[in-house]
């Protein structure tokens, strides 16, 4: 291509010299006529050529991906049968994205289900502490409209999960004030009634601290 283009200059130069000498205005206007067409064809070459280059040079920068955001899920719904612990994630569109972009992870006692390149986030759901144990072997997932649903296969089948992990079922327990046998009864009493406004709600706390007045008022006037 480039030398087509100094070809033609050549031709236009050389032309351009002869009509300079040129005395006979017929021959002038003939030379100038054939130049006029050398140079129209110049400038489309240079177009073409221009053209070819910015393609090229457009071909040759990697095209960047929109950044990703990763985003931790928190909330779920659950179910169960005897084989089965059901976990319900609601992700719209989720149906939408590659199927390799959807999977999850399991051990004997975790999952982590994780979603990539949905509307440009990284979703996780990890959950620790399994109530009881699973099978990652049999445990699988599926895609739904909108939703994906985690099959945890139950190492034993029949057993009814009151909670999803070991630190919700604590969490729930009640806790039993413990007395110390040794100590005096009412360092005793001091202590759990140090225990039930820690663990107590509002109404709880402005009771105790009630009580601990007016207590304390009766030793004072005694």
Not at 81 to 106: A, G, Y
Not at 126 to 140: A, F, G, M, R, Y
Request: charged share 30%; proline share 3%; hydrophobic share 35%.
């Amino acid at each position: 291509m480039s030398a087509k283009l100094e070809e033609l200059r050549n031709d236009i130069a050389e032309l351009n010299k002869f009509l300079d000498s040129a005395e006979r205005q017929k021959v002038r206007d003939i030379l100038s006529i054939e130049i006029r067409k050398l140079e129209t064809e110049l400038i489309t070459l240079k177009e073409v050529t221009e053209k070819n280059t910015v393609s090229n040079v457009t071909g040759a920068v990697p095209v960047s991906k929109p950044k990703c955001y990763e985003v931790k899920l928190n909330n779920y719904a659950w179910d169960q049968s005897d084989k089965f612990v059901k976990i319900f994630v609601t992700l719209k569109n989720v149906q939408t994205v590659d199927s390799s972009n959807v999977f999850c992870e399991f051990t004997s006692r975790s999952m982590e289900l994780k979603v990539n390149g949905l509307d440009n986030r990284n979703y996780s759901l990890p959950i620790k502490n399994l109530l009881e144990e699973i099978d990652p072997q049999t445990s699988h997932w599926k895609v739904k409209t909108d939703t994906v649903v985690v099959f945890l296969a139950k190492k034993k089948v029949g057993t009814k999960w009151s909670h999803m992990t070991s630190f919700e079922k604590k969490a729930s327990e009640p806790r039993v004030p413990k007395f110390d046998s040794g100590e005096d009864p009412s360092a005793g009493l001091m202590s759990m009634m140090r225990q039930m406004y820690e663990d107590g709600d509002d109404d709880m706390k402005r009771t105790i601290a009630k009580a601990w007045t007016e207590s304390q008022q009766k030793q004072m006037a005694i």
